[in-house]
């Protein structure tokens, strides 16, 4: 079973940046899909950037302002944040599809929190 731990989850300041990391345990060169979901108090988990054939799509509410990385050396799928925002303020989940047919694959969550 591939295991996706995330990293980098912070309290931050409006305006500021920070970078979340997704480590998966094995090779994601093949991986169909990859990306970065969020979910807010009481709010539905929703989408933030998804990596697939080479495009990356990212949410209109973030676009412009953060950027999916992934690294296929390392193994692992980052999502750079600029300009954050209090609404950007979630638990952030790495998600995962080794191909078309299979489930997805989930991380532990990581939270950020934008407040001054």
């Known amino acids: 079973q591939v295991q996706l731990v995330e990293s980098g989850g912070d309290l931050v300041q409006p305006g500021g940046s920070l970078r979340l990391s997704c480590r998966a345990s094995?090779?994601?060169?093949?991986?169909?899909?990859m990306g970065w979901y969020r979910q807010a108090p009481g709010k539905q988990r929703e989408l933030v950037a998804i990596?697939?054939?080479?495009?990356?799509i990212y949410a209109d509410s973030v676009k412009g302002r953060f950027t999916f990385f992934k690294n296929n050396a390392e193994n692992t799928a980052d999502l750079q944040m600029n300009t954050l925002k209090p609404a950007d303020t979630a638990v952030y989940y790495c998600?995962?599809?080794?191909?078309?047919?299979?489930?997805?694959?989930w991380g532990q969550g990581t939270q950020v929190t934008v407040s001054s």
């Open positions: 998600n995962a599809r080794e191909d078309l047919f299979s489930d997805d694959l």
């Open positions: 094995k090779n994601i060169f093949t991986f169909w899909r």
């Open positions: 990596y697939s054939g080479g495009n990356t």
